[in-house]
């Protein structure tokens, strides 16, 4: 009797051992470098969000949806500007708001550890709006175009069986949105992500 209560106690704790999280939400600070159309706003942005939510599909991989957004702006000096007719003289701020929502992947290398290293891919739709203010003037586009996001991180729980985790992450961003008015033929970024995980066991 004394040996069959150990085996069941044995069996209670290697699948208590085993419980594994099956659902993640995420939300991360995003900061960003814009690598493409830099003259019209070429800082790097610390204004951005990132939002996700996960499921696994096995022990190595989660697939879900990612909702992004970031702000890019730039102060041009006042300079006159010959036109037709006349002349203009004046300075600039160009606001570039940039939003994105993909279906989105990752590989773990490592499962259930404190630490765990992943890489993924995110696809889907990225949407700009893009103004200009110029004096008491201002003009603007909007542009959709398909949003494309590899990415590596690393995840780094509290502890082994905490809800909690903590998600450091860079990702590569490049969106075929296109604005005639304002040049762009496709925004890229490189960018940092930092923020928290909440596992559902």
Same mark, same amino acid.
């Given at each position: 009797?004394?040996?069959?209560?150990?085996?069941?106690? !044995?069996?209670?704790?290697?699948?208590?051992? *085993?419980?594994?999280?099956?659902?993640?939400?995420?939300?991360?600070?995003? *900061? $960003?470098?814009?690598?493409?159309?830099?003259?019209?706003?070429?800082?790097?942005?610390?204004?951005?969000?990132?939002?996700?939510?996960?499921? +696994?599909?096995?022990?190595?991989?989660? #697939?879900? @949806?990612?909702?992004?957004?970031?702000?890019?702006?730039?102060?041009?000096?006042? &300079?006159?500007?010959?036109?037709?007719?006349?002349?203009?003289?004046?300075?600039?701020?160009?606001?570039?708001? @940039?939003?994105?929502?993909?279906?989105?992947?990752?590989?773990? #290398?490592?499962?259930?550890?404190?630490?765990?290293?992943?890489?993924?891919?995110?696809?889907?739709?990225?949407?700009? $709006?893009?103004?200009?203010?110029?004096?008491?003037?201002?003009?603007?586009? $909007?542009?959709?175009?398909?949003?494309?996001?590899? &990415?590596?991180? !690393?995840?780094?729980?509290?502890?082994?069986?905490?809800?909690?985790?903590?998600?450091?992450? @860079?990702?590569?961003?490049?969106?075929?949105?296109?604005? *005639?008015?304002?040049?762009? $033929?496709?925004?890229?970024?490189?960018?940092?992500?930092?923020? +928290?995980?909440?596992?559902?066991?």
């Amino acid at each position: 009797m004394r040996v069959l209560l150990i085996f069941v106690f !044995c069996v209670i704790a290697s699948q208590a051992s *085993a419980q594994y999280y099956d659902k993640m939400f995420f939300i991360s600070w995003n *900061a $960003n470098q814009p690598l493409s159309n830099s003259d019209f706003a070429g800082k790097f942005s610390s204004r951005g969000a990132r939002v996700g939510y996960r499921e +696994l599909l096995n022990e190595k991989f989660t #697939f879900g @949806v990612d909702l992004t957004w970031s702000t890019y702006d730039d102060y041009i000096d006042r &300079q006159t500007y010959q036109m037709p007719g006349g002349a203009i003289t004046t300075d600039y701020v160009n606001y570039a708001n @940039v939003y994105g929502a993909t279906l989105a992947g990752e590989y773990y #290398f490592l499962t259930e550890q404190r630490i765990m290293p992943y890489v993924g891919f995110g696809a889907g739709i990225g949407y700009h $709006n893009y103004k200009a203010y110029y004096n008491v003037f201002s003009s603007g586009d $909007n542009a959709f175009g398909l949003l494309l996001r590899p &990415q590596a991180g !690393c995840w780094f729980k509290f502890s082994e069986r905490k809800s909690w985790a903590v998600n450091t992450a @860079v990702h590569f961003d490049f969106s075929t949105a296109r604005s *005639a008015d304002f040049g762009y $033929n496709n925004f890229a970024s490189a960018g940092f992500q930092i923020g +928290l995980v909440y596992l559902d066991w």
